[in-house]
């Protein structure tokens, strides 16, 4: 087996400055966890969603990615990831949903 060529805090660190540069994506210093509220808020109007079907797990997922374009175009920000590469992730899941279907 190989040895780990980082060490556990440099792992930590690694991750803690991917969540600086994304949290930016989706929520605001005041709020870092807006986005999951903002999704919540959404997917609560779907009481019977059955998270163990894939096309509604699909979904899910889409929602996460349109939340962050709704939220860049809100708060009029440059986010880490742009919003081509956001938008064509929608685009997968809602193919991805049709091949489920």
């Not at 994506?25 to 005041?30: I, L, R, T």
């Not at 779907?46 to 929602?63: C, E, K, S």
């Amino acid at each position: 087996m190989t040895p780990p060529t980082k060490s556990f805090a440099g792992l930590v660190l690694e991750e803690t400055e991917l969540h600086h540069q994304k949290c930016h994506d989706y929520a605001s210093a005041e709020s870092p966890l807006a986005n999951f509220t903002r999704q919540a808020c959404i997917l609560a109007n779907y009481p019977h969603l059955n998270l163990g079907d894939p096309r509604q797990v699909a979904l899910v997922h889409m929602v996460k990615q349109l939340d962050a374009v709704l939220w860049g175009l809100s708060e009029r920000i440059d986010q880490h990831e742009d919003r081509a590469e956001r938008l064509r992730d929608i685009a997968v899941y809602a193919k991805l949903t049709r091949m489920l279907e």
